[in-house]
C-alpha cells in the first residue's frame, strides 16, 4: 500500500517569522525559514486525513489541495494545534467529519467550540464534526487503515502521537514512555518534533530528538515543531544523512 504524507506545517506556536523579531531566521530570505503551525496530511487507500487544525488551516488546505476529510485526529488541545477547527466548514458541508482525540482534548474542543454543539441561528454555517474519545492505545479504524494513538509526555500534560501504517508523527514531546516504543517499531518514516538546540522543560532539543530517532531506528526521521531559534541550514548540517529538517509544504511517500 502506498501511504503519502504532507507536513503543513512545523513551526511552533507562534510560527515564523516571530512578530517583531529581527533574529536572522525571522530575516531569513530562505523560504525553508517560514514555518506555519504545525499540522499534517496523510493519504493511503483512497483516504485523507488530518492531524491538528492549526490556525493556518485554511492556507495550509488550499496550499495542499485538500478537497475532503475523511478523518480528524488531534495530537492536544494547544491553541496552534487545534484553534483552526472552525476551517472545517468547508470540509465538512455536505457531511460530518469524524474527529479523534484523547478525553481530555475532546472536552477542550467542546469547552472552546460550544458553539458547535449548540442550538444557534443559521449564518455562516459551522463545522461538524463527530467527536470520538480514543483510550491510549486504542486503533482507529477509518476505511482500511488503522490508526493508532501514541501515547507520550508534553511537560506534565498526558498527549498523543498518531501511527497510520509505517508513518509515525509526534510533535510537542518531551518524552516517549516506556510502554510507548512497541508502538513506535518498524517505522518507515518518522516525524518528531526538535524544538530548538537549548533546552527546554516541555520540547525536545535537537539533541534529545536525535537521541529517540537512534532509539526508535525509522528508516527516515524529519524533524518538525522548529522555532526561530533554529534555522534551517543549522539542522541540514548537524544531523545525520537520514535525518532531515521538515519544511512547510514536504511531501513524503513510502509503501507498507
Request: with cysteine; glycine share 8%; hydrophobic share 35%.
Amino acid at each position: 500500500m502506498d501511504y503519502r504524507i504532507t507536513l503543513m506545517g512545523t513551526g511552533t506556536s507562534i510560527g515564523i517569522p516571530v512578530p517583531g523579531c529581527k533574529c536572522s531566521t525571522c530575516r531569513s530570505i530562505d523560504k525553508r525559514n517560514r514555518r506555519s503551525r504545525c499540522s499534517a496530511f496523510i493519504e493511503a487507500a483512497g483516504e485523507k486525513i488530518l492531524i491538528d487544525t492549526s490556525p493556518e488551516l485554511r492556507l495550509q488546505a488550499l496550499s495542499a489541495g485538500i478537497d475532503r476529510l475523511d478523518a480528524v485526529f488531534w495530537t492536544h488541545g494547544h491553541a496552534d494545534h487545534l484553534h483552526g477547527l472552525d476551517d472545517l466548514r468547508a470540509l465538512s458541508r455536505d457531511k460530518p467529519i469524524p474527529g479523534y482525540a484523547s478525553q481530555e482534548t475532546c472536552d477542550e474542543i467542546k469547552t472552546r467550540f460550544d458553539y458547535l454543539w449548540k442550538n444557534t441561528q443559521r449564518g455562516g454555517g459551522k463545522a461538524r464534526i463527530n467527536l470520538r474519545a480514543v483510550a491510549p492505545g486504542e486503533p482507529v479504524q477509518v476505511g482500511p487503515l488503522q490508526i493508532m494513538p501514541i501515547p507520550l509526555k508534553h511537560g506534565n500534560l498526558q498527549v498523543f502521537g498518531w501511527r497510520c501504517g509505517p508513518i509515525a508523527y509526534i510533535t510537542d514531546t518531551s518524552e516517549i514512555p516506556q510502554t510507548s516504543y512497541p508502538l513506535l517499531e518498524n517505522l518507515k518514516i518518522l516525524v518528531i518534533g526538535a524544538l530548538r538546540f537549548k533546552n527546554h522543560s516541555t520540547h525536545f532539543t535537537v539533541e534529545q530528538a536525535l537521541e529517540e530517532i537512534k532509539k526508535i531506528r525509522p528508516e527516515r526521521a524529519y524533524l518538525t515543531h522548529i522555532s526561530h531559534e533554529v534555522s534551517h541550514r543549522q539542522l541540514m548540517k548537524g544531523t545525520p544523512r537520514w535525518v532531515y529538517p521538515a519544511r512547510d509544504g514536504l511531501t513524503l511517500k513510502t509503501r507498507e
